[in-house]
Every structure is written in C-alpha cells, then in structure tokens.
C-alpha cells in the first residue's frame, strides 16, 4: 500500500520575508510577493517575486496536507451569483486507469461539491472579460505578472526624473 501520510517541508524561507499586495479594484484580495534580500556587497534593495510557496512557508498556517488548501476563489466565484454547488460524483475505477489493490490511488478524504453555471451562462474567465468584467482572478493575475513592468517602470523614472 502506499504511504497515505506524505510529509511537506514547512516554514520560513532563508533572507526572505512575504509581503502582500492588496488589489485595486478588489482590495480584498492579497497577492503573495517575497521580498529576498541580496548579498550586503551588492550593495541593492531585495528582490520582489511572486511566492508560490502556499501556506507552507507561513510559520502560523497549521499544514494538514488530508485537509487540503484554503480554498482562495471561494468567496470570489460565489459573490458572482451565476453559479450553483451540485452533488458530485466519487472516484470510479476508470479514474485510475482501471488500478486495483497496492496501485490504486485512493480518493481525497475532503470532499467539495463542485460548481456550475446557471441560466444558460459562460463563467469563464474570457467570458467575464469580453462581458468587460475585470474579476478578482484577472487582478490577481495582473498583479503576479506585472511586478517586472512595475520594476521597470520605477528603474526608469529613477534614470530620467521629470522637469
């Protein structure tokens, strides 16, 4: 049988620290940056990346890996009222490539009713954009993929202030 209790490496990341940068249009939301601090001869500030570390480098967060993850677009996808929970369906053999006894994969031990759209509606991310809805996951995003712009944009003003 496989082991059913897999370990995770947990806490704090060495010369970093996590920030947060909260949205504009949806300031609930928190987008994870780490700052990581460079060498003292380098004579620079720390470096700003996007941390994909999840609660594991949180030293507060109580890992529990059967739990699973804080379910982040929870309250997003709700707030947007055009979906519905439905009863999903358990893991059926065809789900494991027909596997049994030692190779058999067993199902998740928390279970969440899945969503769908209601009334005939497209709740994809391109849809809301073309409904010209900016939804917390494209600020989410926008936030995550323009740190190098913003950086660029700030190395600039530096270079060639404004008279």
């Known amino acids: 049988m496989k082991n059913l ?22 300031p609930e939301i928190r987008v994870p940056m780490r700052e990581i601090d460079l060498h003292p001869t380098a004579g620079e500030e720390p470096v700003t990346v996007y941390d994909s570390s999840g609660p594991y480098t949180d030293p507060d967060a109580g890992i529990a890996i059967d739990r699973g993850l804080f379910r982040l677009r929870e309250d997003w996808v709700t707030a947007r009222g055009d979906t519905e929970r439905y009863a999903g369906r358990h893991v059926k053999p065809a789900d494991n ?11 998740f031990p928390v279970r969440h009713d899945p969503r769908r759209a209601t009334g005939g509606r497209a709740v994809t991310q391109m849809a809301y954009a073309r409904a010209g809805v900016v939804t917390p996951e494209m600020e989410f995003v926008a936030i995550r993929e323009n740190l190098g712009r913003h950086a660029a ?9 404004r008279i």
């Open 5 to 26: 209790s897999p370990t995770v490496t947990t806490g704090p990341l060495p010369a970093s620290r996590r920030i947060w940068h909260a949205g504009a249009l949806h």
């Open 97 to 107: 490539g027909f596997a049994e006894g030692a190779r058999l994969t067993p199902e």
């Open 153 to 161: 944009k700030a190395a600039l003003e530096v270079a060639s202030p």
